[in-house]
């Protein structure tokens, strides 16, 4: 047997993976731990803002509906989407600590593509509800039901979570035997099993599958969504009532085009011709974490109910320092025969 074909089988037989990676990052830009201090203050307000939501929608029981349901749902991915991602790319390249742990690396790609997946489709389940709610307004409530809700949302966990466990245990079985440096700013899917020295088909084809049932069939289904919401309104002879129900759908259609618009250009490009690396890291950071950042911001300032129960909260804070300030005294008084 000649040493190519040892060789060859050799390594189809076992898998050669390497003690660690190499997170390349930027390539020749002057002062990128700018951009990174940026993303820093971006994770902080994340977290800020995605725990305010998720405290108001815990804390106030008129919100406990299974539309705040989906909202509570955003908001936890968001935090945690950018909690898997943000705080590691801080780590890696303010502190210059660039080299991964095989085992962290695929850990990295798993939570960072799962959490994105699970956002991208809780998206298409805000406007199912969307479209249920102005279709058919008179039936909302008994179709759109807690369990009802409770169920969408776990089932789409449970598939996304398969899906992402089997494309990671697809490169599990590649073997690294040149090059460690990944092209990227994290472990991302691609430039990791593109790095490989056998077999990737199976990887291309898991990526394309991926790609398609999380960056392009969940904004053609909430397109299809709208087409038909925009039929019904068309149908309301009262303009009033019209923009009344348009104005419950601001804040999904916000938080759809600041989600997708800038994933579906960035893969376009991708596919379609040669997009410098430095453009493709800055659009996909942008990608990754200003929806999260944005989304309690626009739910907050931009949806009624929220307003309102922020109100409500606010004054029963501030009646109870009062009750607090008046009978605080008087107790202590008490206290002290």
Same mark, same amino acid.
């Given at each position: 047997?000649?040493?190519?074909v040892?060789a060859?089988s050799?390594?189809?037989?076992t ?7 190499y997170?390349?990052?930027?390539s020749?830009?002057p002062?990128a731990?700018y951009?990174y201090?940026f993303l ?8 800020v ?5 998720l405290s108001?929608?815990?804390?106030d029981?008129?919100l ?10 955003l908001?936890f991915?968001?935090?945690?989407g950018?909690t898997?991602l943000i705080?590691?790319v801080?780590?890696t390249f303010?502190?210059?600590r660039n080299?991964?742990?095989y ?10 593509w799962?959490f994105g997946?699970?956002?991208s489709?809780?998206?298409?389940t805000? +406007?199912f509800?969307?479209?249920? &709610? *102005?279709? %058919?307004p008179l039936?909302?409530?008994? /179709?759109? !039901? ?7 949302l776990l089932?789409?966990?449970v598939?996304?979570l398969?899906a992402i466990?089997?494309?990671a245990?697809l490169?599990?079985r590649?073997?690294f035997?040149?090059s460690?440096?990944i092209?990227s ?8 099993f ?6 990737t088909?199976l990887?291309y084809?898991? +990526?394309?599958?991926?790609?398609? &049932? *999380?960056v %392009?069939?969940?904004?053609?289904l909430? /397109?299809? !969504?709208y087409?038909?919401i925009a ?5 309301i002879?009262?303009?009033v ?6 104005k419950?759908?601001t ?9 997708f ?5 960035t893969?376009?490009?991708?596919m379609a011709?040669h997009?410098?690396p ?5 659009n996909?950071?942008l +990608?990754h ?8 911001i626009i739910?907050?300032l ?5 307003l309102t129960?922020?109100?409500?909260l606010?004054?029963?804070i501030?009646?109870?320092?009062r009750?607090?300030?008046r009978?605080?005294?008087?107790i202590t008084?008490?206290?002290?025969k």
């Amino acid at each position: 047997m000649s040493p190519e074909v040892k060789a060859t089988s050799i390594l189809n037989t076992t898998f050669v993976h390497p003690a660690k990676f190499y997170i390349n990052g930027f390539s020749n830009i002057p002062d990128a731990k700018y951009y990174y201090v940026f993303l820093c203050f971006v994770y902080i307000m994340t977290v800020v803002g995605n725990v305010f939501l998720l405290s108001v929608i815990y804390l106030d029981k008129t919100l406990h509906t299974p539309k705040y349901m989906i909202v509570f749902n955003l908001a936890f991915i968001d935090l945690c989407g950018s909690t898997a991602l943000i705080p590691k790319v801080l780590d890696t390249f303010l502190f210059d600590r660039n080299e991964i742990v095989y085992e962290a690396c695929l850990s990295y790609m798993f939570f960072v593509w799962f959490f994105g997946s699970v956002q991208s489709w809780t998206l298409v389940t805000m +406007a199912f509800d969307r479209f249920i &709610a *102005i279709c %058919f307004p008179l039936r909302y409530h008994s /179709i759109v !039901t807690k369990p009802l809700t409770a169920a969408v949302l776990l089932l789409a966990w449970v598939l996304l979570l398969a899906a992402i466990v089997c494309m990671a245990g697809l490169v599990d079985r590649l073997s690294f035997c040149g090059s460690l440096v990944i092209q990227s700013f994290y472990c991302d899917h691609g430039p990791v099993f593109r790095l490989a020295c056998n077999d990737t088909s199976l990887n291309y084809l898991i +990526a394309y599958i991926l790609l398609t &049932a *999380i960056v %392009f069939v969940p904004p053609i289904l909430i /397109i299809l !969504t709208y087409v038909c919401i925009a039929i019904a309104l068309s149908r309301i002879a009262s303009g009033v009532e019209r923009l009344k129900a348009m104005k419950t759908c601001t804040s999904h259609l916000i938080l759809v085009a600041i989600f997708f618009l800038p994933l579906v250009g960035t893969n376009v490009a991708v596919m379609a011709s040669h997009i410098h690396p430095n453009a493709r890291i800055i659009n996909s950071t942008l +990608a990754h974490t200003i929806p999260s950042l944005l989304n309690p911001i626009i739910y907050s300032l931009k949806t009624e109910e929220v307003l309102t129960s922020i109100r409500k909260l606010c004054k029963k804070i501030r009646l109870r320092n009062r009750l607090n300030n008046r009978c605080g005294p008087f107790i202590t008084h008490v206290l002290s025969k």
